[in-house]
């Protein structure tokens, strides 16, 4: 049996800071505490002056997804070794509908790729075509240990959107049998008048996309999600919310569940001025500061719940300069370091850490149901960060353990962890990553 200590440190727990020790044997925690009896043959790391997070749950990212021109550039091989070395132990992906599959058939062939995957992974199912054959297959997917589902509120014409009314009807189903359903909640209607002006694909200015796509798009989005949530009493889980607006109409929905990303926190649509802004052409588009602060704030009061990184990266050749702002791919990356740029804005902000714990791991392992994850106590799995607090530097993209070659948060102040341990195995050491063995596919029940 592999027997491990880590003692001294401050664990940064989802309810409160306390100085303890934690033994791991195998993949597991056997005990957290201040007096732990060990073996002469346990290993053992002094975490003196340093801080221990539970490993980070990124609960939306898009490894290798198909776009028309090809796919986002991290396969789940080369994102998840990102992930691990800025401290994300669990990502949180989605199946691709392909036109006339069933949604198991979808399933399967996305646990294939997902299967290459170095931390531990888990599915939401992507609904983005709406029939009773679809509907029928929900509760047996549930009862398979996959309850989270996800919607397109536009995409239209990538043949991705479900109507208010079929977004009702799958949340009918899905909260019935306690699943989740998550949201990419954009109004299409809102976005349509706001992109005649533009149709003629003249325009390359990134400036447009955010032009485009209106901070109303998201509150009016937010706001029928929010009706169908008490219609239906499914759990909606608004996904990349960006703006106050929506913000604002979140908290007058009980059943709604929030999730943030890095680039909303972090970044502004200032971006899209500079040189090579096309590059941060992501939707939603980044917003205001006004919108930013907001964001902050709903971190604060607890309105927000996760923070996901929406990791869909492209290179410098994909996203060509010149192309009509329409046709530039969508996403940017931030797996790698979405806890590292966290962590120091935590420390500028003097915001509690137990907050960041929360929302980094405990909340998403609540939500999504991985009862194994998301909290340092005894029998479950041992997957956390240690930190130096000291360690506070910025983003340089030779640091990164990438095949990226374009970042977004280059520059920014950021303390990646020292050391990351992923189901009992050091997977980062001094900043380094070595893996072994490959994740596991994670299921809610
Ligand atoms: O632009 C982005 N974020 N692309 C990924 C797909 C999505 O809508 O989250
Ligand atoms: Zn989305
Ligand atoms: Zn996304």
């Known amino acids: 049996m592999n027997s491990l200590l880590i003692k001294n440190g401050l664990i940064i727990h989802a309810d409160g800071q306390r100085e303890e020790n934690i033994l791991i044997q195998n993949e597991t925690i056997a005990a957290v505490g201040t007096e732990l009896e060990y073996s002469s043959e346990t290993q053992i790391i002094d975490a003196s002056g340093k801080w221990i997070f539970p490993g980070v749950i990124d609960p939306h990212t898009h490894m290798g997804i198909p776009i028309k021109t090809g796919s986002s550039a991290d396969t789940f091989a080369t994102g998840s070794r990102s992930a691990l070395h800025g401290g994300v132990t669990?990502?949180?992906?989605?199946?691709?509908?392909?036109?006339?599959?069933?949604?198991?058939?979808?399933?399967?062939?996305?646990?294939?790729?997902?299967?290459?995957?170095?931390?531990?992974?888990?599915?939401?199912?992507?609904?983005?075509?709406?029939?009773?054959?679809?509907?029928?297959?929900?509760?047996?997917?549930?009862?398979?240990?996959?309850?989270?589902?996800?919607?397109f509120t536009t995409y239209k014409e990538a043949g991705m959107m479900l109507s208010y009314d079929e977004i009702e009807a799958v949340a009918r189903i899905v909260g019935a049998h306690d699943g989740v359903l998550m949201v990419h909640s954009e109004d299409n209607n809102v976005i349509s008048a706001a992109s005649e002006p533009f149709a003629d694909r003249s325009k390359t200015d990134p400036r447009y996309h955010g032009l485009s796509r209106p901070p109303e798009a998201e509150a009016v989005a937010v706001r029928k999600l929010g009706e169908i949530s008490e219609r239906t009493t499914c759990t909606?889980?608004?996904?990349?919310?960006?703006?106050?607006?929506?913000?604002?109409?979140?908290?007058?929905?009980?059943?709604?569940?929030?999730?943030?990303?890095?680039?909303?926190?972090?970044?502004?649509?200032e971006v899209y001025k500079k040189e090579g802004g096309r590059m941060f052409v992501s939707s939603p588009p980044l917003r205001q500061k006004t919108d930013q602060e907001a964001l902050w704030r709903g971190i604060q009061n607890?309105?927000?719940?996760?923070?996901?990184?929406?990791?869909?990266?492209?290179?410098?050749?994909?996203?060509?300069?010149?192309?009509?702002?329409?046709?530039?791919?969508?996403g940017m990356g931030g797996v790698e370091t979405l806890f590292s740029t966290l962590l120091a804005q935590f420390l500028q902000r003097g915001l509690d850490l137990s907050l960041l714990s929360r929302l980094t791991s405990r909340n998403a392992a609540e939500i999504f149901g991985l009862e194994q994850k998301g909290t340092l106590k005894a029998g479950t799995h041992a997957d956390l960060l240690i930190v130096n607090p000291k360690s506070l530097s910025t983003v340089q993209d030779e640091a990164l353990d990438t095949i990226l070659d374009w970042n977004a948060y280059t520059g920014l102040p950021a303390i990646f962890p020292e050391t990351v341990i992923r189901r009992g195995e050091m997977v980062v050491s001094e900043g380094r990553t070595q893996v072994s063995s490959l994740g596991l596919l994670l299921k809610s029940v």
């Open 236 to 269: 909606i889980y608004i996904v990349h919310l960006n703006t106050a607006a929506g913000l604002a109409e979140t908290a007058k929905y009980p059943l709604l569940k929030v999730e943030t990303c890095p680039h909303y926190l972090l970044l502004t649509e």
């Open 90 to 151: 669990t990502i949180l992906d989605f199946t691709v509908l392909e036109k006339r599959q069933s949604l198991v058939n979808s399933l399967e062939a996305r646990k294939k790729l997902a299967g290459k995957s170095l931390c531990d992974v888990g599915l939401h199912i992507n609904i983005t075509r709406f029939t009773p054959e679809i509907l029928e297959e929900i509760p047996r997917l549930i009862s398979m240990g996959f309850s989270s589902f996800k919607v």
């Open 302 to 330: 607890g309105q927000i719940h996760t923070i996901g990184s929406d990791h869909c990266p492209f290179c410098l050749a994909d996203k060509q300069a010149g192309l009509p702002f329409q046709e530039i791919p969508n």
